[in-house]
């Protein structure tokens, strides 16, 4: 086992093409929470008052599934805006770990316009 571990290490997790895919995913990832983050917030924020701050971010949340955020409001609690701001914090990890790969990729270079 101590053979194999030490393979592993030294020719499959070191390997170029491995080390490009684990940075360009990490890359996706944080671009993603970037958007979606503010944006919720915004969204949560602007679902209590109704006023919304930003037609982008608006349109962001737009792109989040009607399930996840049905599973916002079956949660949410009128006089907690700590729990509610979790909870939307919740809500986009939710979805953006739920995205497929290929999904996720797609998404980000839409939105970045690549």
């Not at 080390?19 to 503010?38: D, H, N, Q």
């Not at 008052?49 to 349109?59: G, L, M, Q």
Request: with cysteine; aromatic share 10%.
């Amino acid at each position: 086992m101590d053979i194999l571990k030490k393979s592993m290490t030294q020719f499959t997790f070191c390997s170029s093409p491995i080390l490009k895919l684990e940075l360009s995913a990490e890359t996706i990832i944080e671009g993603l929470l970037e958007r979606f983050v503010p944006a919720a917030i915004d969204w949560e924020v602007s679902s209590a008052s109704r006023i919304t701050k930003r037609k982008a971010e608006k349109k962001l949340m737009k792109l989040v599934s009607e399930n996840h955020k049905a599973a916002y409001f079956k949660c949410k609690k009128e006089d907690d805006k700590e729990y509610n701001l979790y909870l939307c914090l919740l809500l986009i990890a939710d979805f953006v770990s739920g995205m497929t790969d290929t999904y996720a990729k797609t998404l980000y270079q839409e939105l970045s316009g690549i």
